[in-house]
Nanobody
Framework: QVTLVESGGGLVQAGGSLRLSCAAS????????MGWYRQAPGKQRELVAV???????NLADSVKGRFTISGDNAKNTVYLQMNSLKPEDTGVYYC?????????WGQGIQVTVSS
């Protein structure tokens, strides 16, 4: 029932910035949390950042100080501001929303950081 659509990815030079957005289709269910995962080539998918409905956030150690996650429950949208990007940040980024009884995932968006 719920569809998530990511936008804002692309190719950037090391040290550059990107802002990812993820908008969810309208739903009668409240969102408990929103976040982002990523998967680099040849690696496991890893959690990047999460924000709860109460506004608390958690970020992976590898992105602390560089990335910021924010959300807007009224718009069913989550954002990921990525600064000081490194080649190691390259990968497919997936947004997700956690609802009371289920989770919804986006199809993924490519982020490529060149040296």
């Amino acid at each position: 029932q719920v569809t998530l659509v990511e936008s804002g990815g692309g190719l950037v030079q090391a040290g550059g910035s990107l802002r990812l957005s993820c908008a969810a289709s309208r739903s009668p269910f409240s969102i408990n949390s929103m976040g982002w995962y990523r998967q680099a080539p040849g690696k496991q998918r890893e959690l990047v950042a999460v924000i709860t409905a109460g506004g608390s956030t958690n970020l992976a150690d590898s992105v602390k100080g560089r990335f910021t996650i924010s959300g807007d429950n009224a718009k069913n949208t989550v954002y990921l501001q990525m600064n000081s990007l490194k080649p190691e940040d390259t990968g497919v980024y997936y947004c997700y929303n956690v609802y009371p009884l289920f989770e919804a995932w986006g199809q993924g968006i490519q982020v490529t950081v060149s040296s």
